[in-house]
């Protein structure tokens, strides 16, 4: 057993490496070597990861996400929300609204059913932070986009919960001929975002308070590492959104700790190995037989969720009035959809009966697909496009 689980994480990091490299070479992002990585070593192809190993790491998918958030919120300083001031919301709610309602639209228009429609067009609104945040770090794109994009992506995925939590519920309803509850619909998903944005501020003060007991980098670096754990482990307890705990937390050591680089410092030099790993066991699990299941349904939710995030996006820097790089690139940086979409399609197959949460299901992993090997490439675009990316950092 150890011998296998040695062999596995060696041969994901190196042939992450390796290809990653390789692929460096014609100007791909990372993120994107790291996926075909995983593809290619994964149970779809090669198989040299089996079906059984990639599950027995869903551990690293736990960790990475959490420490992904926490980078997201380290980036959500209150001095540069308050430069871009409510666009920030106004963009959010639009990009993900727009996603939701024009998806729903195009299920309809092909003959789904209404309670099918609403499922998978609240699941349109999500957006992955991880592949996005890869690459603007890989790249050190900064710039009026990035600063718009960093707090979009990061509420994001409070939108989608609550769109989701009203629209399944709907459907189930619906599809069962059950009563509505206000509090199932709207209530419990509220109730869950504050619980885990609450989580992450009342850690992140604690922690601040505690810096001062810590004497070098080294202890800095277990501290935070030991609290990111423990904020997992919490969040998943109790059903909230690590995502959002992370974020908060991040967001409060940013904003009231003096000392916030030595914090980030810290944690930044064990991330690489265990973004590697994350992104390739990603692509590892990655079902591309579930690509010949779904057919027209799923060309047309990858396509209209992409013109749903675009104009959705757009509209809302335009009435933001933000900058035309902002406005004409946005969207483009907000396809990658991966972890949260696919736990709420797993969500939706549990709850919606037979066969519409199934169906779902399948679409959301065959999106996932397309969108985690083109968003990383689409973001580079458009950062390039609107003159984020400095030549020397390509």
């Given amino acids: 057993m150890n011998f296998e689980i040695l062999l596995h994480l060696g041969t994901i990091l190196l042939v992450g490496f390796i290809v990653a490299k390789i692929l460096g070479l ?6 994107t070597g790291y996926l075909i990585a995983g593809i290619l070593i994964g149970p779809s192809v090669l198989g040299l990861i089996p079906e059984e190993a990639v599950k027995s790491f869903d551990i690293i998918s736990e960790v990475a996400l959490a420490f ?5 919120g380290a980036e959500l300083k209150f001095e540069d929300l308050k430069k871009v001031g409510t666009a920030i919301f106004v963009i959010t709610v639009l990009e993900a609204l727009v996603a939701f309602f ?3 639209v195009v299920m309809l228009l092909l003959g789904q059913s209404f309670p099918f429609s609403l499922a998978i ?158 992104f390739v066991l990603s692509g590892a699990d990655l079902d591309l037989a579930s690509l010949t299941k779904v ?26 009035k933000l900058p035309s790089t902002v406005q004409q690139n946005l969207g483009f940086c907000l396809v990658p959809q991966a972890g949260v979409a696919i736990g709420l399609s797993l969500i939706a197959k549990r709850i919606i009966p037979a066969p519409h949460g199934a169906v779902i299901r399948d679409i959301i992993l065959s999106a996932t697909v397309i969108y985690e090997l083109v968003g990383p490439l689409l973001t580079k675009m458009a950062l390039l496009r609107a003159g984020e990316i400095k030549k020397e950092n390509l």
Avoid at 300 to 319: D, N
Wanted: net charge positive; with cysteine; aromatic share 8%.
């Fill in 121 to 278: 067009g609240s699941i349109a609104c999500a957006t992955a932070p991880a592949a996005t945040l890869m690459v603007i770090k890989q790249y050190k794109a900064e710039g009026p986009l990035v600063r718009t994009l960093i707090p979009v992506v990061a509420l994001d995925d409070g939108v989608c919960i609550i769109a989701f939590g009203v629209a399944s519920t709907l459907a189930q309803n619906m599809i069962q001929g059950g009563a509505f509850s206000m509090m199932n619909m709207v209530g419990k998903p509220i109730i869950q975002i504050l619980a885990a944005l609450a989580l992450g501020v009342v850690a992140g003060i604690i922690m601040v308070k505690s810096m001062r007991f810590m004497k070098n980098q080294g202890q800095i670096q277990v501290a935070f590492i030991g609290v990111i754990f423990l904020l997992a482990a919490i969040s998943l307890r109790f059903d909230l959104s690590s995502l959002l705990t992370m974020m908060a937390f991040g967001t409060t050591i940013c904003n009231t700790s003096r000392e916030e680089v030595k914090v980030f410092n810290a944690i930044e030099v064990i991330t690489p190995a265990i973004f590697l790993c994350f």
């Fill in 295 to 320: 057919g027209l349904l799923g060309g047309a939710y990858v396509v209209a969720r992409v013109i749903g995030k675009a104009l959705g996006a757009g509209i809302g820097a335009k009435i933001g």
């Fill in 26 to 31: 014609f100007k791909f992002p990372e993120v």
């Fill in 68 to 72: 992904i958030a926490f980078s997201i």
């Fill in 102 to 104: 024009i998806v729903t």
